[in-house]
C-alpha cells in the first residue's frame, strides 16, 4: 500500500489519482493507434477519450454516491472529494458509454466503430486502474493466509491482493481480444467481447472483495450484497451485462457483414 506517493508542500500526490492519469495515457495512445482501422481519424478519437475520462469519472462518482446513498445523506460533507475516493467502475463504465454515443453522433461515424476502437483501451484502462486501487488500499479481498497476502491500513492480518487478480485476469481478457481482432472480427464484436471479458473478470473478482466473506464482511465491506441472495450487486449486474453482451454477439453473426481486416500489430 502506498495511497500517498509524495508530498510537494502540503500538497499530497496520490497513487491512485496518478493510476488514473497514467490508465487514461496508455488507453488513448492505443485508441489513437486503432484510429484508421475502424475509419476514425486521430484527432476524433482524441476528442472521444477526452470526454469519455471526464464524463466517466463522474460517472463514477456519482454511481458511487447513490450505491452509499444512506452514508452520504449522513455525511453530506463528503459528497465532494478531490482525492479520487469513492468511485464505482460500473457507474464509470456506464457514464462512458454515453459518452462514447454522443460523440459517434457528433463525429457521423457509426457508434459501432468508436465503440471498437475504445474496447481493448477500455481494458487497458482498467488493467491500471486496479493496479491503483491496489496501492490506495481500496477494493482489497478477503482475509488470505497464503504467501502474497498483503496488509491493509487500519485492519489486522493479510487479505488477497483482490485487485491485482482483478488486473491479471482483465489482462489475459486483453490478450485474447487482440489475437481475434488479428484474425478479424465483425463491427462491434471487440466492443462486446471487451464487455464480456471485463464482466466476467468482475464477477470472479467479488467472491475475493471484503465484504462477501462473513470474517471481514462486519464494518468494512466494499461490496454491496443483494438482499436474500449470497451475490453483490456487482455480480448481479456483471452476470446481466455478460447475458446483454453474447444475446448481442449472436444476433451480429447472423449478419452478413464481412469481418475487419486483421488488425495491426500492437507496439
Known sequence: MLPVLFKVGTFEVHSFGVALIVAFGLAFLLGRARAQRYGLTKDQVGDAFFWTLILGVLGARV??????????????????SWKFQGLTSF??????????????KRAKVPLRNMLDVAAAPMLLG?????????????????????????????QTGLFHPAQAYDSLMVLAGLGILLMLEKRGLRPGQSALLAV???????????FWRAGTRPEVKAGYA??????????????????????LAVFLW???SRREEPPLPAAPEVP
Do not use: K
Open 222 to 243: 466494499t461490496s454491496t450484497y443483494v438482499p436474500g441472495l449470497p451475490l453483490t450487486e456487482a455480480q448481479i449486474f456483471s452476470a446481466l451485462t455478460i447475458l
Open 91 to 104: 457507474g464509470g463504465l456506464i457514464a462512458g458509454f454515453f459518452a462514447l454515443v454522443w460523440m459517434a
Open 250 to 252: 449472436f444476433r451480429m
Open 196 to 206: 464480456v471479458f471485463y464482466s466476467v473478470s468482475r464477477f470472479i473478482y467479488e
Open 126 to 154: 482498467h488493467i491500471v486502474g486496479r493496479i491503483g486501487c491496489l496501492l490506495n488500499g481500496c477494493c482489497y479481498g478477503g482475509r488470505c493466509d497464503l504467501p502474497w497476502g498483503i496488509p491493509v491500513e487500519r
Open 63 to 80: 454511481g458511487f454516491i447513490l450505491q452509499e446513498l444512506p452514508h452520504y445523506l449522513s455525511h453530506p460533507d463528503e459528497l465532494l
